[in-house]
């Protein structure tokens, strides 16, 4: 930037001394010559002389400040832009903490489905005895009698133990659980399909101790 900022600097200079010359030059031109210029030779030597030692005072006037001009606007225009401010790095805080409480919840054991879940809304009860290894699962439900479970299964996925159940029983024709353990709150969380009524409901159990 230094070397760049001389080198315009220098050509600006440079451009003002050739102004002022070419200013010198057209006042030297521009001098009355008719009528001075007569067959009095000491008239004809002495107006040269006052030209000679006249100031040339308005043409520096107009030109030094145009070329001061001109050398300023070169130098401005040959500043390069301001390099961008990279933006500041994201800190991983947020996902450091995500991480680990993706971990955490993957890594919660099966058993912790075992207990009796009850429903908040209406009393509906799951009761787990137990979670096998091939993702099997021991459950019976309660409405407060007992209706028929067809198919109880758990799973691990990314986001930690998912349930479900499907009840077969009169008025239960294939009826669905879809739950996902939550283990900071202890809850069974998750959606229930009514295949009578054709409607999905988000539902939640809350472990009940006995």
């Known amino acids: ?29 521009n001098q009355p010559w008719g009528s001075e210029r007569s067959n009095h030779t ?20 107009l030109f030094v400040p145009m070329a001061i001009a001109s050398a300023l606007a070169m130098n401005s225009c040959s500043k390069a832009p301001p390099d961008p401010v990279a933006a500041p790095a994201e800190t991983p805080a947020t996902n450091v903490v995500a991480a680990a409480k993706a971990a955490v919840t993957n890594t ?58 499907e009840l077969r029983d009169q008025n239960y024709p294939g009826a669905t659980y879809k739950l996902h353990y939550l283990p900071d709150k202890d809850q069974l969380a998750g959606e229930y399909f009514q295949p009578v009524y054709q409607q999905t409901y988000e539902v939640q159990f809350i472990r009940q101790s006995r």
Do not use: C
């Open 42 to 61: 000491n008239r004809h030597d002495t107006a040269g002389a006052e030209r000679l030692a006249r100031p040339k005072t308005w043409s520096l006037t």
């Open 108 to 165: 919660a054991s099966e058993n912790l489905l075992s207990g009796h879940w009850v429903r908040p809304d209406g009393g509906y009860v799951i009761e787990v005895r137990g979670a096998q290894p091939d993702g099997k699962l021991e459950a019976y439900y309660f409405n407060p009698n007992p209706i028929n479970v067809s198919r109880a299964e758990w799973r691990r996925e990314h986001d930690g133990l998912h349930v479900f159940i």
């Open 1 to 29: 930037m230094l070397v760049e900022r001389a080198a315009t600097i220098f050509f600006g200079l440079k451009s003002l001394v050739s102004a002022v010359r070419l200013a010198n030059d057209f006042h030297e031109m």
